[in-house]
């Protein structure tokens, strides 16, 4: 009953090969997060959207971009990936942006492998 | 900036003993305290929080006091079992954002 469904699970891409990535949710909610997890690190935020309203971390590069056509779908474009953007991807959701109040429920996330 | 710092894994346990593990944190303001988990193959998903100082979250065995004098959000569980074998993540919010520490990996043998 997965209500964050990530796909692929693995991507595979070449160096400089734009490359997108998927995610879609269940649960109806407002707002949905990208967020990058290299290697033994924390996730960082990417970027993220309240309905249609998107909002970019000021630190996220410019090579990632994000399309939510609908509530249900949010994709994560890598414009011209490079090696050091090999991470893990994941994707969440929650009702609303107070986050005391809002669970996030994360997807199982992407797994992103540049060569 | 705001940051968390957790204690770096793997934390290797034998079955039913005591766990503890130790997450500090930076921020301006009063932001809320979160434990999130990681199991195998699947995404991190809620464990428990705290919104305010001396709130005791729990969960599933687990409990973390948010100790504002020590900026302190320790994990412990007092008997763990093989299925808590994960990844244990500690992060904050002040408001839409979550942060993250880099997550402890805990292993759990019968």
């Known amino acids: 009953d997965a209500m964050v469904i990530q796909n692929p699970r693995y991507q595979v891409t070449q160096f400089g090969k734009p490359v997108t990535l998927s995610c879609s949710q269940t649960?109806?909610?407002?707002?949905m997060y990208w967020y990058q997890q290299k290697s033994s690190q924390a996730p960082k935020l990417l970027f993220h959207y309240y309905d249609k309203d998107f909002n970019n971390e000021a630190d996220t590069p410019d090579n990632f971009q994000s399309r939510r056509p609908n509530t249900s779908f949010c994709f994560l474009d890598i414009r011209s990936p490079g090696l050091g953007d090999a991470a893990m991807y994941l994707c969440?959701?929650?009702?609303?942006?107070?986050?005391?109040?809002?669970?996030?429920?994360f997807g199982a996330g992407t797994r992103l492998s540049v060569l | 900036g705001d940051s968390v710092t957790q204690m770096e894994g793997p934390v290797t346990l034998s079955e039913e003993a005591f766990l503890t593990i130790n997450c500090t944190y930076t921020?301006?303001?009063?932001?809320?305290l979160f434990w999130y988990v990681q199991y195998p193959g699947e995404g991190l998903q809620l464990l428990l929080k705290?919104?305010?100082?001396?709130d005791k979250g729990s969960n599933k065995g687990f409990e973390a006091t948010y100790r504002k004098e020590t900026t302190s959000f320790h994990l412990e569980k007092g008997s763990v079992q093989v299925s808590d074998s994960a990844v244990y993540f500690c992060a904050l919010s002040s408001s839409y954002k979550l942060i993250f520490g880099s997550g402890t990996r805990l292993l759990v043998r019968p």
């Open positions: 921020a301006t303001g009063y932001p809320s």
């Open positions: 969440a959701t929650s009702r609303g942006t107070e986050l005391a109040k809002n669970i996030q429920y």
């Open positions: 649960l109806n909610h407002n707002v």
């Open positions: 705290a919104t305010k100082a001396d």
